[in-house]
């Protein structure tokens, strides 16, 4: 999906904001600062630092969020509409080569940019997305490396089994505190995708907004073993969810389960919830293996 103009033009203030700052590399970007300093609310400035790492111009950030990867005359701007459609058409054929087995786990930029018709700068925002969705990372000194990713459906299906195991239990723990700010703005969304977005997002879209609707909710379980578990089983599982991704009018149905669950934590009712979420990831994995033609046994 193009950027929105209101994306556009925050990201081109972060980048003025980094430029007169003189920030340097490495530099943390905290969101919850910038929305305040440009005077808008977080999630544009959310959507703005998505399309500035897209383009390669800012990074994700070990402990979260992003920083600065690119400084002064360094900068050139955020990608176009057109070459955003263009990455994206780069970056679901790495991705379906990579899960074919056509890509080896090291690669290099030359080899990359030759096999694929790149340029230098087209290459380097797609490989600064995937870096960023953590499914391959630079080597020292020199080329990069794919990390470790599910390819078959047995470790898709146990990737499943895994998350119906943790994520209802996450909401009956102890210490689950709901962050209401963050499950509304987590609802929301998936309520955008309910009222019509869910026909026009990319599958990297529609995975990253349902991901981030899980994690948010197993987050307020102050687990941090359940979060980690989480987070690394959807870094794994990205590729193979591209592949076995439901027709739209599916993804629908599941969009309305995630608003409903959000419904019952808002009201503060976990018992509902958690059963809620039970069904809902009992149901989606054979569903997805079926979509994808291949039954589960």
């Not at 919850?32 to 111009?57: D, I, M, Y």
């Not at 990867?69 to 070459?83: F, K, S």
């Not at 687990?223 to 592949?243: A, P, Q």
Request: with cysteine; glycine share 6%; proline share 4%.
């Amino acid at each position: 999906m193009a950027p929105t103009p209101l994306t556009q033009q925050v990201a081109a203030r972060i980048l003025d904001h980094i430029r007169a700052s003189a920030m340097p590399r490495g530099a943390r970007l905290v969101e919850r600062t910038l929305a305040e300093q440009l005077r808008v609310s977080r999630s544009p400035v959310r959507e703005a630092l998505r399309l500035l790492a897209a383009g390669g111009l800012v990074e994700a950030a070990e402990r979260g969020g992003y920083a600065v990867l690119r400084t002064g005359v360094e900068l050139h701007g955020p990608a176009t509409a057109e070459d955003v459609a263009d990455d994206d058409r780069v970056y679901f054929r790495l991705a379906e080569d990579r899960l074919n087995g056509v890509l080896p786990d090291r690669v290099t930029e030359s080899a990359l940019a030759r096999g694929y018709r790149l340029t230098e700068r087209q290459l380097l925002r797609v490989l600064h997305r995937i870096e960023a969705e953590g499914w391959i990372e630079r080597r020292p000194g020199y080329g990069w490396e794919f990390r470790p990713m599910l390819t078959s459906l047995d470790a898709y299906r146990d990737s499943y089994r895994f998350r119906l195991a943790i994520e209802p239990v996450a909401i009956l723990e102890p210490g689950f505190v709901l962050d209401r700010a963050a499950v509304q703005e987590a609802r929301e969304r998936q309520q955008r995708l309910v009222d019509g977005e869910i026909w026009t997002v990319s599958k990297a879209t529609l995975f990253d907004l349902n991901s981030h609707f899980h994690q948010t909710v197993l987050a307020c379980s102050r687990n941090v073993f359940f979060t980690e578990g989480l987070k690394r089983v959807d870094t794994v599982r990205r590729l193979m969810e591209y592949r076995q991704t439901l027709a739209r009018d599916r993804a629908l149905v599941r969009c309305r389960e995630h608003v409903a669950i959000a419904d019952l934590l808002l009201a503060g009712d976990r018992q509902a919830a958690a059963a809620a979420l039970r069904r809902h990831l009992s149901t989606v994995g054979p569903e997805k293996l079926i979509a994808g033609g291949n039954a589960p046994s």
